[in-house]
Protein backbone atom coordinates (compact mmCIF):
# COMPACT_ATOMS: atom_id res chain seq x y z
CA UNK A 1 0.00 0.00 0.00
CA UNK A 2 1.23 3.09 -1.07
CA UNK A 3 1.82 6.08 1.28
CA UNK A 4 -1.09 8.63 -0.03
CA UNK A 5 -3.57 5.75 0.17
CA UNK A 6 -2.26 4.81 4.03
CA UNK A 7 -2.59 8.32 4.96
CA UNK A 8 -6.02 8.80 3.18
CA UNK A 9 -7.23 5.12 4.65
CA UNK A 10 -6.58 6.78 7.96
CA UNK A 11 -8.51 10.25 7.18
CA UNK A 12 -11.43 7.84 6.60
CA UNK A 13 -11.14 5.61 9.54
CA UNK A 14 -11.45 8.01 11.80
CA UNK A 15 -14.50 10.35 10.19
CA UNK A 16 -16.42 7.09 9.86
CA UNK A 17 -15.81 6.47 14.04
CA UNK A 18 -16.37 9.74 14.72
CA UNK A 19 -19.89 9.46 12.73
CA UNK A 20 -20.83 6.26 14.21
CA UNK A 21 -20.02 8.26 17.78
CA UNK A 22 -22.61 10.34 16.88
CA UNK A 23 -25.03 7.75 15.67
CA UNK A 24 -24.37 5.82 19.01
CA UNK A 25 -25.08 8.68 21.26
CA UNK A 26 -27.48 10.13 19.19
CA UNK A 27 -29.28 8.23 16.47
CA UNK A 28 -31.00 11.19 15.05
CA UNK A 29 -28.25 13.64 14.93
CA UNK A 30 -27.37 12.74 11.18
CA UNK A 31 -31.36 12.83 9.79
CA UNK A 32 -31.30 16.60 11.90
CA UNK A 33 -27.88 17.41 10.23
CA UNK A 34 -29.53 16.21 6.95
CA UNK A 35 -32.72 18.51 7.49
CA UNK A 36 -30.52 21.13 8.36
CA UNK A 37 -28.28 21.12 4.99
CA UNK A 38 -31.11 20.84 2.74
CA UNK A 39 -32.76 23.70 4.77
CA UNK A 40 -29.22 25.59 4.73
CA UNK A 41 -27.62 25.75 1.03
CA UNK A 42 -25.40 28.49 2.86
CA UNK A 43 -24.04 25.42 5.41
CA UNK A 44 -23.84 23.20 2.77
CA UNK A 45 -21.60 25.50 0.32
CA UNK A 46 -19.46 26.27 3.30
CA UNK A 47 -18.49 22.43 3.99
CA UNK A 48 -18.05 22.03 0.55
CA UNK A 49 -15.70 25.09 0.38
CA UNK A 50 -14.23 23.60 4.11
CA UNK A 51 -13.41 20.45 2.20
CA UNK A 52 -12.06 21.73 -1.39
CA UNK A 53 -9.92 23.76 0.82
CA UNK A 54 -8.53 21.02 2.92
CA UNK A 55 -7.96 18.70 -0.40
CA UNK A 56 -6.15 21.60 -2.04
CA UNK A 57 -4.03 21.90 1.59
CA UNK A 58 -3.10 18.31 1.33
CA UNK A 59 -2.14 18.53 -2.58
CA UNK A 60 -0.31 21.34 -1.54
CA UNK A 61 2.01 20.38 1.01
CA UNK A 62 2.62 16.94 -0.96
CA UNK A 63 5.10 19.00 -3.47
CA UNK A 64 8.77 19.18 -2.81
CA UNK A 65 8.43 16.05 -0.58
CA UNK A 66 10.39 13.39 -2.85
CA UNK A 67 14.02 12.95 -1.62
CA UNK A 68 17.08 14.73 -4.04
CA UNK A 69 18.50 11.91 -5.67
CA UNK A 70 20.71 14.22 -7.97
CA UNK A 71 24.19 14.65 -6.55
CA UNK A 72 25.96 17.49 -7.02
CA UNK A 73 29.21 16.84 -8.73
CA UNK A 74 32.36 16.34 -6.21
CA UNK A 75 35.59 18.82 -7.37
CA UNK A 76 37.87 15.19 -7.86
CA UNK A 77 37.43 15.02 -11.39
CA UNK A 78 38.76 18.26 -11.67
CA UNK A 79 41.50 18.00 -9.15
CA UNK A 80 42.48 14.63 -11.08
CA UNK A 81 42.66 16.36 -13.96
CA UNK A 82 45.13 19.25 -12.28
CA UNK A 83 47.26 16.69 -11.05
CA UNK A 84 47.90 14.91 -13.98
CA UNK A 85 48.40 17.97 -16.11
CA UNK A 86 51.11 19.38 -13.17
CA UNK A 87 52.96 15.97 -13.13
CA UNK A 88 52.85 15.95 -17.26
CA UNK A 89 54.63 19.77 -17.16
CA UNK A 90 56.54 18.44 -14.68
CA UNK A 91 57.96 15.58 -16.70
CA UNK A 92 58.08 17.97 -19.67
CA UNK A 93 60.39 20.02 -17.82
CA UNK A 94 62.99 17.32 -16.55
CA UNK A 95 63.29 15.58 -19.97
CA UNK A 96 64.07 19.56 -21.51
CA UNK A 97 66.61 19.89 -19.03
CA UNK A 98 67.95 16.41 -19.40
CA UNK A 99 68.37 17.14 -23.09
CA UNK A 100 69.84 20.77 -22.69
CA UNK A 101 73.10 18.71 -20.10
CA UNK A 102 73.09 16.28 -22.58
CA UNK A 103 73.93 18.44 -25.24
CA UNK A 104 76.56 20.08 -23.47
CA UNK A 105 78.24 17.06 -22.22
CA UNK A 106 78.55 16.31 -25.63
CA UNK A 107 79.93 19.73 -26.98
CA UNK A 108 82.37 19.40 -23.99
CA UNK A 109 83.40 16.03 -24.41
CA UNK A 110 83.95 16.89 -28.31
CA UNK A 111 86.01 19.85 -27.38
CA UNK A 112 88.40 17.79 -25.04
CA UNK A 113 88.82 14.96 -27.24
CA UNK A 114 89.79 17.69 -30.57
CA UNK A 115 92.51 19.70 -28.00
CA UNK A 116 93.61 16.85 -25.87
CA UNK A 117 93.89 13.56 -27.69
CA UNK A 118 93.21 12.72 -31.17
CA UNK A 119 90.32 10.13 -31.22
CA UNK A 120 89.60 8.70 -34.52
CA UNK A 121 86.25 9.17 -35.94
CA UNK A 122 84.71 5.91 -35.60
CA UNK A 123 85.52 5.66 -31.95
CA UNK A 124 85.20 8.74 -30.77
CA UNK A 125 81.36 8.47 -32.62
CA UNK A 126 81.36 5.37 -30.79
CA UNK A 127 81.75 6.76 -27.29
CA UNK A 128 79.30 9.48 -27.89
CA UNK A 129 77.16 6.93 -28.69
CA UNK A 130 77.30 4.76 -25.85
CA UNK A 131 77.90 8.35 -23.34
CA UNK A 132 74.54 9.49 -24.64
CA UNK A 133 72.81 5.61 -23.92
CA UNK A 134 74.34 5.84 -20.41
CA UNK A 135 73.34 9.37 -19.42
CA UNK A 136 69.45 8.39 -21.14
CA UNK A 137 69.26 5.66 -18.98
CA UNK A 138 70.11 7.28 -15.48
CA UNK A 139 67.62 9.98 -16.85
CA UNK A 140 65.06 7.91 -17.43
CA UNK A 141 65.59 6.08 -14.70
CA UNK A 142 65.47 9.10 -12.05
CA UNK A 143 62.65 10.72 -13.93
CA UNK A 144 60.51 7.60 -13.56
CA UNK A 145 61.36 7.31 -9.92
CA UNK A 146 60.01 10.64 -9.48
CA UNK A 147 57.06 10.21 -11.45
CA UNK A 148 56.42 6.97 -9.54
CA UNK A 149 56.51 8.74 -6.05
CA UNK A 150 54.63 11.64 -6.82
CA UNK A 151 52.02 9.37 -8.53
CA UNK A 152 52.12 7.52 -5.11
CA UNK A 153 51.69 10.57 -3.13
CA UNK A 154 48.66 12.60 -5.55
CA UNK A 155 46.87 8.57 -5.25
CA UNK A 156 47.04 8.72 -1.82
CA UNK A 157 45.74 12.49 -1.34
CA UNK A 158 42.53 11.97 -4.05
CA UNK A 159 41.44 8.60 -2.20
CA UNK A 160 41.39 10.85 0.73
CA UNK A 161 39.71 13.31 -0.82
CA UNK A 162 36.94 10.83 -2.43
CA UNK A 163 37.03 9.44 1.23
CA UNK A 164 35.97 12.63 2.53
CA UNK A 165 33.64 13.54 -0.47
CA UNK A 166 31.62 10.47 -0.09
CA UNK A 167 31.68 11.30 4.41
CA UNK A 168 30.14 14.41 3.34
CA UNK A 169 27.47 12.68 1.19
CA UNK A 170 26.59 10.32 3.72
CA UNK A 171 26.12 12.34 6.17
CA UNK A 172 23.96 15.34 4.31
CA UNK A 173 22.02 12.77 2.68
CA UNK A 174 21.02 10.95 6.43
CA UNK A 175 20.21 14.34 7.69
CA UNK A 176 18.25 14.79 4.73
CA UNK A 177 16.43 11.67 4.46
CA UNK A 178 15.05 12.58 8.16
CA UNK A 179 14.44 15.56 7.17
CA UNK A 180 11.91 14.45 4.28
CA UNK A 181 10.75 11.48 7.04
CA UNK A 182 9.88 14.45 9.49
CA UNK A 183 7.77 16.22 6.47
CA UNK A 184 5.95 13.42 5.41
CA UNK A 185 5.06 12.96 9.16
CA UNK A 186 3.85 16.74 9.55
CA UNK A 187 1.99 16.11 6.56
CA UNK A 188 0.01 13.45 8.09
CA UNK A 189 -0.41 15.06 11.75
CA UNK A 190 -1.32 18.20 9.54
CA UNK A 191 -4.05 16.45 7.79
CA UNK A 192 -5.50 14.70 10.93
CA UNK A 193 -5.33 17.57 13.59
CA UNK A 194 -7.57 19.35 10.40
CA UNK A 195 -9.69 16.68 10.03
CA UNK A 196 -10.33 16.36 13.82
CA UNK A 197 -10.87 20.06 14.04
CA UNK A 198 -13.45 20.37 11.64
CA UNK A 199 -15.29 16.67 12.80
CA UNK A 200 -15.32 18.20 15.71
CA UNK A 201 -16.65 21.93 14.54
CA UNK A 202 -19.25 19.74 12.42
CA UNK A 203 -20.26 17.41 15.12
CA UNK A 204 -20.81 21.05 18.11
CA UNK A 205 -23.31 22.24 14.67
CA UNK A 206 -25.23 19.46 14.79
CA UNK A 207 -25.86 19.39 18.45
CA UNK A 208 -26.64 22.65 18.47
CA UNK A 209 -28.49 23.61 15.54
CA UNK A 210 -30.79 20.09 16.60
CA UNK A 211 -31.16 20.92 20.12
CA UNK A 212 -34.89 21.99 21.30
CA UNK A 213 -34.90 24.72 23.82
CA UNK A 214 -35.29 22.71 27.40
CA UNK A 215 -37.71 25.23 29.44
CA UNK A 216 -35.38 26.12 32.31
CA UNK A 217 -34.64 22.17 33.36
CA UNK A 218 -31.41 22.41 34.01
CA UNK A 219 -30.65 18.64 34.52
CA UNK A 220 -32.39 17.80 31.17
CA UNK A 221 -30.19 20.46 29.56
CA UNK A 222 -26.99 18.77 31.41
CA UNK A 223 -28.02 15.11 30.50
CA UNK A 224 -29.03 15.89 27.05
CA UNK A 225 -25.94 18.12 26.36
CA UNK A 226 -22.74 17.45 28.41
CA UNK A 227 -22.04 13.72 27.12
CA UNK A 228 -22.29 15.45 23.46
CA UNK A 229 -19.94 18.48 24.48
CA UNK A 230 -17.78 15.74 26.48
CA UNK A 231 -17.62 14.48 22.65
CA UNK A 232 -16.89 17.02 20.93
CA UNK A 233 -13.73 17.86 23.26
CA UNK A 234 -12.74 14.68 22.89
CA UNK A 235 -12.38 15.16 19.10
CA UNK A 236 -10.77 18.46 19.40
CA UNK A 237 -8.28 17.93 22.40
CA UNK A 238 -7.43 14.72 19.37
CA UNK A 239 -6.84 17.32 16.89
CA UNK A 240 -5.18 19.62 19.37
CA UNK A 241 -2.95 16.75 19.64
CA UNK A 242 -1.77 16.00 15.81
CA UNK A 243 -1.17 19.77 15.08
CA UNK A 244 1.07 20.17 18.07
CA UNK A 245 2.92 17.03 16.72
CA UNK A 246 2.80 19.04 13.42
CA UNK A 247 4.63 22.20 14.97
CA UNK A 248 6.99 20.37 16.66
CA UNK A 249 8.04 18.74 13.45
CA UNK A 250 8.87 21.98 12.55
CA UNK A 251 10.87 22.69 14.72
CA UNK A 252 12.63 19.89 14.31
CA UNK A 253 12.74 20.03 10.60
CA UNK A 254 14.69 23.54 11.07
CA UNK A 255 17.13 21.99 14.01
CA UNK A 256 18.35 19.29 10.82
CA UNK A 257 18.37 22.06 8.58
CA UNK A 258 21.17 24.19 10.62
CA UNK A 259 22.92 20.47 11.38
CA UNK A 260 23.31 20.27 7.25
CA UNK A 261 24.53 23.74 7.31
CA UNK A 262 27.40 22.99 10.26
CA UNK A 263 28.51 20.06 8.53
CA UNK A 264 28.61 21.56 5.28
CA UNK A 265 30.65 24.69 6.40
CA UNK A 266 33.10 22.32 8.56
CA UNK A 267 33.80 20.58 5.48
CA UNK A 268 34.05 23.54 3.20
CA UNK A 269 36.73 24.68 5.92
CA UNK A 270 38.43 21.32 5.29
CA UNK A 271 38.70 21.86 1.64
CA UNK A 272 39.73 25.21 1.66
CA UNK A 273 42.43 24.06 4.10
CA UNK A 274 43.47 21.04 1.59
CA UNK A 275 43.56 23.82 -1.43
CA UNK A 276 45.76 26.01 0.87
CA UNK A 277 48.63 23.57 1.50
CA UNK A 278 49.09 25.02 4.97
CA UNK A 279 49.36 22.11 7.51
CA UNK A 280 48.32 24.47 10.17
CA UNK A 281 45.49 25.10 8.96
CA UNK A 282 44.61 21.79 8.48
CA UNK A 283 45.48 20.47 11.37
CA UNK A 284 43.44 23.02 13.47
CA UNK A 285 40.55 21.81 11.14
CA UNK A 286 41.00 18.07 11.52
CA UNK A 287 41.21 18.83 15.62
CA UNK A 288 37.88 20.88 15.11
CA UNK A 289 35.80 18.07 13.44
CA UNK A 290 37.71 14.93 16.16
CA UNK A 291 36.26 17.34 18.75
CA UNK A 292 32.52 17.20 16.97
CA UNK A 293 30.65 15.54 19.58
CA UNK A 294 26.06 15.73 19.41
CA UNK A 295 25.30 13.68 22.57
CA UNK A 296 26.80 16.69 24.61
CA UNK A 297 25.67 17.06 28.24
CA UNK A 298 24.92 20.72 29.59
CA UNK A 299 26.48 22.11 32.47
CA UNK A 300 25.25 23.85 35.42
CA UNK A 301 23.96 27.48 33.85
CA UNK A 302 24.15 26.51 30.27
CA UNK A 303 20.99 26.37 28.14
CA UNK A 304 20.16 25.69 24.71
CA UNK A 305 17.13 26.88 22.23
CA UNK A 306 15.46 23.67 22.93
CA UNK A 307 15.29 23.56 26.69
CA UNK A 308 14.24 27.36 26.42
CA UNK A 309 11.32 26.50 24.23
CA UNK A 310 10.31 23.48 26.32
CA UNK A 311 10.37 25.91 29.30
CA UNK A 312 8.32 27.92 27.48
CA UNK A 313 5.78 25.49 26.37
CA UNK A 314 5.56 24.41 30.04
CA UNK A 315 5.19 27.55 31.51
CA UNK A 316 2.21 28.19 28.86
CA UNK A 317 0.61 25.14 29.03
CA UNK A 318 0.69 25.38 33.41
CA UNK A 319 -0.76 28.86 33.25
CA UNK A 320 -3.58 27.63 30.80
CA UNK A 321 -4.61 25.39 33.30
CA UNK A 322 -4.45 27.41 36.23
CA UNK A 323 -6.57 29.66 34.12
CA UNK A 324 -9.16 27.23 33.02
CA UNK A 325 -9.39 25.80 36.64
CA UNK A 326 -10.22 29.30 38.32
CA UNK A 327 -13.20 29.24 35.36
CA UNK A 328 -14.74 26.19 36.49
CA UNK A 329 -14.24 27.11 40.48
CA UNK A 330 -16.02 30.14 39.78
CA UNK A 331 -18.68 28.70 37.84
CA UNK A 332 -19.32 25.71 40.52
Known amino acids: MSYNALKILIVVTLLTLALLAIVIL ?8 AVGLTRSPGALMAITVFLILFIATVVYLQRGLQPQQSRQPT ?3 AEALRTLSGQVSEIANAISGFSMRLFRMEENFEEASRARLEIPEAERTALIARL ?3 VEQAATDEILENMRASVE ?7 LAEIIERQLQSTVGRLRSEI ?15 AMAGTGMGVLYSY ?7 GGNFPLFAETFIPRMSLVIVIEVLGYFFLRLYSNGIIEIKYFQNEITNVESRFLALRAARHSGSARSIGN ?3 RLARTERNYVLRKGQTTVEVE ?3 AERETTAYLAKVVAKLLSRKA
Open 26 to 33: DPGALDAL
Open 75 to 77: PLD
Open 132 to 134: RQT
Open 153 to 159: TNQAQLE
Open 180 to 194: YTLTRRGTVNLALGV
Open 208 to 214: VGGMSPS
Open 285 to 287: VIF
Open 309 to 311: RSK
